[in-house]
């Protein structure tokens, strides 16, 4: 047996978890917490907010430069500190609301401070920024969720970072009623389920188990209203949460895309059932839906039918992106891409084909604010941005960034041109 070798570096860090900190909370950070410092090192502390002094303890603490906190007593409250509207919202409790413990107004002030700091810190992009509310409130707006399933069958929701279900049986945030034919039956321990609650008021629960999916309530196919249109779309395609959100989106990215003309050729990257696409179809000589989902490119193709400019092509951006620059360059690009955004190479990719104008659309401040940079990169300007409010309670955001070309020097050269 080996004698142990003693080591030598840095200190051991003693761990923190469980420990109780007095805390001055400073600013808000991306994720919903806010960042406070003790004894050198950073603390993340949710049920907090700026300003604040708070006891709270350490709920995670990797021995990093930063560790993880629930503030768990007020001791000088902001004024925008409230009561939470639901029960399970607090240390310890559902990981689905950030924010219960801000006004609203305060919630938009914090989110929009988040953003305007995502642009300076990743994108070196100072700007006053606005978070707008949709309307509706800040309960009873959530018309998609995913529950988890106690071991005893209720469907429920995880706690924060954690595994363990909670049985919240009755979500304020969402669709008033929507989860009554949910939570009036038991469900499989271990599965989750996939809720849609649609605009024709109907609700559909998908049980999902070991990879298999079983549609348990409703008739599987939503109806919504917007951009003038009604929709039909298996509840499993992509739509926005908020009911108010999609036609949002769609005004804020046909602003971003400006004026178009007959001949003009949109590519809507990331285009779901063609949402955005359906708005500008009218106005433009060919608008190409590029969508990977094969229920969301069905679901285009039908609810299109009567725009002949517009057409789907099934497949990832990442795949299709060259061949449809070579066919059919674009002129203006609209991207709605999930959470993660374009990344720094594809949207250097997207950037190269040379549209005149690019509509980022951007659930993720950090993800838009990384794209904004590439993008910049590859020779675009932030002219524009809206950031709507589109998931009250929580930390999330909905974000409409359009971008300009920069033109080059001999572009803007009277002698370069014939
Ligand atoms: C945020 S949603 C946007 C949908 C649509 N623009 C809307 O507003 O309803 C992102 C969409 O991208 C699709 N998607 C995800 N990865 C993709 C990829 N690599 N290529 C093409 N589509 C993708 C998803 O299926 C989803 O429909």
Known sequence: MSASIPTTGAPERPDW?????????????HGGHCVARHEGRVVFVRHALPGERVHAVVTEDHG???????????????PGRVTPACPWAGPGGCGGCDWQHADHDTQRDLKAAVVAEQLSRLAGIERDVVCE???????????????????????????????????????????????????????????????????AGETHATELLEGTRRLEIGSGTAHEHAAGRDWALPAPAFWQVHPGAADAVVSAAVEGVGELGADDVVWDLYGGAGLIAAALADRAGDVSI?????????????????LPAARVVRGRVEKVLDSLARTTPPDVIVADPPRKGLGRELAGRIGAVGARRIVHVACDPAALARDVAALAEAGYTLERLRVF?????????ECVATLVRRRSAAELDPSNRT
């Open 17 to 29: 978890t469980d420990r109780m900190l007095d805390l001055e909370v400073g600013a808000v950070a």
């Open 64 to 78: 990093g430069s930063f560790c993880r906190a629930d503030a768990v007593t007020v001791l000088d409250a902001a």
């Open 133 to 199: 509310a949709l309307p509706g409130g800040p309960l009873g707006w959530r018309t998609r969720m995913r529950m988890a399933v106690t071991d005893d069958g209720r469907p429920g929701l995880r706690a924060h970072r954690s595994h363990e279900v909670l049985p919240v049986g009755d979500c304020p945030i969402a669709v008033r009623g929507a989860l009554d034919p949910v939570v009036a039956r038991t469900w499989t321990p271990t599965a989750e389920i996939e809720i849609v609650a649609d605009a």
């Open 290 to 306: 590029v969508e990977s989902d094969p229920d969301a490119t069905a679901a285009a193709g039908e609810n299109l039918a009567d």
């Open 389 to 397: 409010d589109a998931f009250p309670m929580t930390h999330h955001v």
